[in-house]
């Protein structure tokens, strides 16, 4: 087997929580050698959010899977030199500062690609680099309102409501990895030299809501459906007879027709107000009725056996503890063991995507605050130990 996948690639990661931090993650799974710099006296802000055990801070776990962490001074000129220092050895900076920050540090692209133009740097802020609202702050909840995810996200006559986890953060991440991964690409393989990215926490879930052409041409503006689709019917979450959730998607012609055989129902087969795709999209009400019905008769294992026969899409609504104790989700290796500092182990989601040749893996999680800042100054900057005490003595490391 070969090695891992980004091997060879060197991140630097500045910045907190999640927009940019989870590209590093996501990189540094697949082999990426990824130095974290934190604020020497308070770190990266995810270590101090949400639950913890054993003094690590179960978000970091995640977010700090496979990186080195060192603690930089950032805001004092000796911690800056270091900072350009290591960048120069570096192929990709990712930060979420507010914008004109790097450069307000002298670390910004232009800055620093005058040494080293193959350097590759992706900005994640809150509405980006460019535009009237650049200087304006945002966290995920202010992404998905903006976004105008929170407008279609809820149940009629009811306020807007976010939707779950950090949704606007994590897919950020995403988007990141894949504007440096392409960046890299081009640089490698076509130019030679690195470029900027710059993304706002609230473009990657816009450009997921797949509204904009509908509008542009028609005139629709989405409105909050509750867990209806307005092109798609059946598609809902139904209750089975012993109090379970389960969702059905049965909105295709063949699959409504393998339903129909299943509840019974081929009378409704020649029903003009559910004889095709967009007749049932217009009837919703009466499809849902209808499969609420015969599902309120059925317990849950039994019904979902029997829709899987007829090879209907559909599956429980599972909380957190039914998808880590899934079978198929262990199978595929979706939750995976790792060890605490404390040795305590944990369960926690495995790699995505799996590759076939350079598969990711979690080699260790949440490093303590500064682990390895010793090591990368001596690796990439040749600094002795006495010009590392004399950076800590300095309180610049």
Known sequence: ??????????????????????????????????????DPEVGDMSRHLGQAVDGTGLMFASLGRNKRCVTLDLRRPEGQAVLARLAGTCDVVIENFRPGTLAAWHLDYATLSKDHPRLVMAHVSGFG???????????????????????????????????????????????????????????????G????????????????????????????????????????????????????????????????????VLMGREDLGTDPRFATARARATHQAEVNAIVGAWT??????????????????????????DVVADPHVQARGNVVRAVLASGREFLTSGVVPKLSETPGSIEFVAPALGAHT?????????????????LRRERIV
């Open 1 to 38: 087997m070969a090695g891992k996948a980004l091997q060879g690639v060197r991140v630097l990661e500045l910045g907190s929580l999640i927009g940019a931090p989870f590209c590093g993650t996501l990189m540094a799974e697949f082999g990426a050698d990824v130095i974290k710099v934190e």
């Open 193 to 260: 030299r690195g470029q900027e990215i710059d993304l706002a926490l609230y473009e990657g879930i816009l450009r997921l809501a797949g509204s904009i052409e509908a509008y542009d041409l028609l005139g629709t503006v989405p409105q909050r459906l509750g867990n209806a689709n307005p092109a798609i019917a059946p598609a809902e979450t139904f209750r089975s007879r012993d109090g379970h959730w389960l969702s059905i998607n049965g909105g295709t012609d063949n699959v409504w027709k393998r339903l129909l």
């Open 129 to 191: 680099q460019t535009g009237p609202y650049r200087d304006r702050l945002a966290f995920d909840r202010i992404a998905t309102a903006f976004s105008g995810q929170d407008f279609i996200t809820g149940f009629p006559g009811n306020p807007p409501t976010r939707p779950g986890g950090a949704l606007a953060d994590y897919i950020t991440g995403m988007f990141c990895t894949i504007g440096v991964l392409v960046a890299l690409h081009h640089r490698d393989q076509v130019s």
């Open 374 to 390: 010793d090591e990368v100054l001596r690796e990439r900057l040749g600094m002795s130990d006495d010009e590392i005490a004399g």
């Open 296 to 321: 309120a008769g059925i317990d849950l294992e039994p019904l979902l056996d029997a829709l899987e026969r007829e090879s209907v899409p559909a599956a429980k609504v599972n909380s957190i503890a």
